[in-house]
């Protein structure tokens, strides 16, 4: 090699003269013309292309995830985009919230997503569903599964998407654990507590989330189990934190008299709706206007059981969810299933608080609260 | 509520301006498709990249250089085919997009990534007085916020951030921070080598040898060999330059010295020399780097500093062979391969002498190219809070006007994650919205007037054509259609101290500064001055009026009391370091925060100091959250 003379010779000099004499400014970033912005990029993936060609470590991200994930990778971590990568979370029931859902753990790189609704498309289907063409010869016949999961499989090529054919109301045993995340939107009470139930019983962990909209409402609920995770603490360090979860029958049995008077309202007309629609033989939001009565009278009956006064579950609000029926209010549904694509990353990363165990969003009011409803407390006998 | 007919229609007869089809922007345009939008015009200038694909779901790797704009409206209307989208793939601030454009909109709702663009489309919403809905993200911290002239504050009410920016003789001498490398390597180093030569830069071109100071030591010799030019130019910035400013003892006294590196100490000379051939046997369709070049795989990775040294000098020679062409016209840029190498591997290597953690390319890329953290979650929900308040500001329904936060970590004893604000009343001494002066201190004997336009006028008031009157004497104006005598006059002006601008300006004078474009129109009441601090008051005037607590923070910079949280820089998140702070927006949640009953110290504490601040970028913005005192007692949480 060539060594300069430069190299050799140490020689002192004075100093440049602009140390701290200006204070000129380094502004942080030059926007680059956009003309440049095509060639840079179609030049760019090439070469990110022909990096992985090589291929990469078993258990390394590989070039192409690391372009296309690079800006959640800044928020999550590397590891946190492995974890997900393995991750298998099973879907029963489409819709707005869960179509919303869906398209946030597809883009966010889970390992495989199947869907589970065998209801036949109809046109009422199409109101909150980006996923479905406004097409009958398209989706005519077809299953809403079917019909969803072909829509989904575009958004990115490196996530499998599939189709479970089957009644939600039976899945259970070994089927169950071909699975780390359930999500339930649109079941009956009695088919949420049966899955739910089901999942517990399994030596692996599954977690549990039964996602409603109901028109500008909305309800999460969450049961991790037994959750251990990393929390990040203001410093930048982490603390290994664990919770315990109740099961959904437990955070549905809890007296009222024992919650604190602050529990979200919407705990509890949920909670209202849910019974009248279980002993009604209704199926979720098959309620109209005429309802209302019955529904307000099983309010009284629940309360004055629970020692709750009745004003804590305003009449507006009971009627605005009877009213609701099956109706998904579309911001309503990017919010819901914006935070459970959340949620769920965060239990698959075991990464940062998820929420404990309860989540409302009323558009009404705009809050979004979590609240931390217990299990009954042990019962004496 | 949002069942009611009367939303159906607003909505049905909306005209929607969205600005932006970025992050924020696929999801609201999609959420505004199902909602029952029929009209929505779209601009947005940008086209589509690969690192949008993890969130901008109406893109695919197909659609990669298009028009983001039109892309997205092709894609919604798949599911929505009986709705009109009307694109634009154009900056808003093209003059085409002017006060009668603003006007035809119901109301206008931003998923920018900028502030220009911001306060640009803010004074265009005031002056055409149509609602404008505000929007911004950056992880999984998001805001939304409506601007409603008359009913709420504008979205310049508040100081506006001001990029963070660094003093010379930290980047030049004293860097302490992995940040520091990047600024010098990209705004010094880089600029010098591959960009316009003829810049100004800081970098000292003199060689040892070189008494005359007038040759660049940046220049090829005639002749020279590329290896040799390579290693000529390591030797002298990541050793000469070194030694140089160690023999000033003054500034080590308490530092820590820096080690002089030569590639003779970092590189073993075989390797070297193997170095030197350069991989002609690879693909000439590839887009030359030196990572693959030398079988470098793993962006994740932190490279040794041997490793640095050989990707610094491939990637040196790589820009010669491959990208001669482009040699003095280069800027950097975060997609560009070659230029992330090349600034990593520099700023690593800067960092080994300074003693300074080395960071591997993925971090570098972050730090360099200011990349805001960006998930497809907080888009989604920030674009459906952003369509509640759209339907409500349609209805009139300003009573209900709500600013919402989405937080990561519940902030109050109520647990919520997404918390909404009643509005601000407008600031009554807003420039841009009300018309209360400005105040300009500065020395009009030597100060020219073209430092008032870029400094002041064009960079603070953001004005993008300004036309400059003392009392009815024009003395400038910007733009197209100026007579060639005015272009002259005007041109002879920029460079006159304020005092001899033919309507010379003294102190007492009243400047009036007018943008047509944007139809904002702002008095400027000046003060002489003689004396300003260099360090605190570099632009050698002070604007009072408007930017009191920025222009503080900006000025404090050398000051660590000063910079909140500067703890965490060296890691990927202190990309929101070279960002932006919003003084308004912290104002407001901290008083939220007090005002929330058992709110608890641990939440609080991780709202402000874990993330701290707020970023522009390239993409979807955001506002993170400082535990800044700025205190407020207005407390107007219902």
């Known amino acids: ?381 | 509520m949002a069942a009611a007919a009367s939303s159906e229609e607003a909505v049905k007869a909306a005209k929607v301006l969205m600005v932006g089809a970025g992050g924020i922007g696929c999801e609201l345009l999609k959420t505004l498709a199902l909602s029952g939008f029929s009209d929505v015009h779209i601009i947005d200038l940008d086209t589509i990249e690969v690192s949008n694909l993890n969130r901008q779901f109406l893109f695919r790797q197909s659609h990669v250089g298009q028009s983001k704009a039109k892309v997205a409206r092709d894609a919604v209307l798949k599911f929505r085919p009986n709705i009109n989208i009307t694109p634009y793939h154009a900056n808003v601030k093209d003059s085409t997009f002017n006060v009668e454009f603003f006007k035809q909109f119901s109301v206008v709702l931003n998923g920018l990534d900028n502030l220009d663009a911001r306060r640009h489309v803010n004074r265009l919403c005031l002056a055409a007085e149509v609602p404008l809905v505000e929007s911004g993200t950056t992880g999984f911290l998001g805001q939304v916020t409506v601007h409603v002239k008359g009913k709420t504050e504008c979205y310049e009410c508040q100081p506006k951030p001001v990029p963070k920016s660094y003093p010379v003789c930290t980047i030049t001498s004293t860097p302490s921070k992995f940040v520091h490398c990047i600024v010098w390597a990209k705004d010094l180093l880089f600029a010098k080598l591959f960009g316009d030569r003829n810049q100004d830069n800081d970098l000292n071109v003199h060689s040892k040898d070189d008494s005359s100071s007038k040759t660049d030591v940046f220049e090829r010799n005639v002749d020279e060999d590329l290896s040799h030019y390579a290693q000529r130019i390591y030797d002298h910035v990541f050793g000469y330059n070194i030694e140089t400013a160690l023999a000033n003892e003054e500034t080590w006294k308490n530092r820590r010295r820096p080690n002089p590196i030569y590639v003779r100490d970092a590189l073993p000379e075989d390797a070297v020399q193997q170095n030197g051939c350069s991989q002609d046997h690879k693909n000439e369709e590839q887009e030359p780097s030196a990572m693959v070049s030398l079988g470098l795989r793993n962006p994740q990775e932190i490279w040794s500093l041997a490793d640095n040294s050989r990707v610094f000098l491939e990637a040196f020679k790589l820009f010669f062979e491959k990208r001669e062409k482009e040699i003095g016209n280069l800027i950097f840029d975060k997609d560009d391969q070659l230029a992330v190498e090349f600034v990593t591997a520099a700023a690593n290597i800067r960092a080994s002498s300074f003693g300074i953690p080395l960071h591997s390319l993925f971090e570098a890329k972050g730090v360099a190219g200011n990349i805001v953290h960006a998930v497809a979650t907080t888009n989604a929900i920030i674009a459906g809070l952003i369509v509640i308040e759209a339907i409500k500001v349609l209805k009139g329904d300003y009573q209900n006007y709500r600013m919402s936060y989405c937080l990561e970590h519940p902030a109050t004893a109520r647990k919520m994650l997404l918390m909404p604000v009643e509005p601000f009343e407008p600031n009554k001494s807003c420039y841009v919205c009300s018309e209360t002066p400005l105040v300009l201190e500065v020395n009009t004997k030597t100060t020219k007037l073209r430092e008032v336009i870029d400094k002041v006028i064009k960079s603070k008031l953001g004005m993008n054509l300004p036309l400059v009157m003392v009392g009815a004497t024009l003395v400038f104006e910007d733009g197209e259609g100026l007579e060639p005598d005015e272009a002259e006059n005007y041109a002879l002006n920029l460079d006159k101290v304020l005092a001899e601008l033919p309507a010379p300006v003294v102190n007492d004078t009243k400047l009036t500064v007018e943008d047509f474009q944007q139809e904002l129109k702002c008095s400027i009441n000046i003060k002489q001055r003689d004396e300003f601090d260099k360090e605190k008051e570099p632009d050698g005037m002070v604007l009072a009026g408007w930017t009191g607590p920025v222009d503080k923070q900006i000025t404090s910079n050398g000051d660590k009391r000063l910079v909140p949280s500067s703890s965490s820089a060296d890691d990927v998140d202190s990309t929101a370091e070279d960002a932006s702070v919003k003084p308004g927006m912290k104002r407001k949640l901290n008083e939220i925060l007090e005002s929330q009953e058992n709110f608890d110290v641990q939440n609080k504490s991780d709202v402000g100091s874990s993330s701290a601040q707020i970023v522009e970028d390239d993409d979807d913005d955001i506002v993170m959250f400082n535990e800044d005192p700025m205190q407020g007692k207005k407390k107007r949480l219902q």
């Open chain 1, 1 to 381: 090699m060539a060594r300069g003379e430069e190299t050799k010779t140490k020689k002192k000099k004075s100093l440049p003269k602009n140390t701290c004499k200006t204070l000129a400014r380094y502004p942080p970033l030059p926007i680059p013309p956009a003309a440049d912005l095509i060639r840079v990029l179609s030049l760019g993936i090439r070469a990110l292309a022909a990096m992985d060609s090589g291929g990469g470590a078993e258990g390394e991200l590989t070039a192409q995830e690391t372009a296309l994930y690079d800006r959640q990778i800044r928020v999550w971590g590397v590891d946190a985009q492995k974890r997900l990568s393995k991750a298998h979370v099973l879907v029963c029931g489409m819709n707005g919230t869960t179509t919303e859902f869906c398209k946030n753990i597809v883009l966010a790189g889970v390992g495989s997503l199947s869907l589970m609704d065998d209801h036949m498309v109809t046109e009422d289907d199409l109101n909150a569903n980006f996923l479905i063409p406004p097409d009958e010869s398209i989706y005519g016949g077809r299953s809403l599964a079917e019909v969803c999961c072909e829509s989904l499989k575009d958004f990115n090529p490196m996530v499998r998407v599939s189709v479970e054919k089957g009644d939600p109301s039976l899945i259970d045993g070994e089927f169950l654990d071909k699975f780390d995340i359930i999500v339930v939107s649109g079941a009956s009470l009695k088919t949420k507590l049966f899955i739910n139930e089901n999942c517990r019983k399994r030596s692996k962990r599954i977690a549990f989330y039964a996602i409603d909209c109901k028109d500008s409402c909305g309800e999460i609920f969450v049961d991790l189990q037994k959750h251990s995770y990393v929390q990040k603490k203001p410093g930048g360090e982490s603390e290994p934190q664990e919770l315990t979860y109740p099961s959904l029958q437990e955070a549905i049995s809890v007296s009222w008299n024992n919650l604190p008077r602050r529990t979200a309202k919407l705990y509890f007309a949920m909670r209202v709706l849910e019974n009248y629609e279980l002993s009604e033989g209704r199926s979720p939001g098959e309620t109209t206007l005429s309802d209302i009565p019955a529904v307000l009278a099983r309010r009284k009956d629940m309360c004055d059981n629970m020692s709750l006064s009745e004003s804590q579950i305003p009449t507006a609000l009971i009627e605005r969810l009877v009213a609701a029926g099956k109706k998904e209010h579309p911001p309503v549904c990017a919010i819901l299933g914006g935070i459970l694509g959340q949620e769920v990353i965060k239990s698959i990363s075991c990464k940062g608080d998820p929420i404990k165990n309860f989540f409302y969003f009323d558009a009404a009011d705009g809050k979004g609260v979590i609240e931390d409803i217990p299990p009954p407390p042990p019962s004496v006998n």
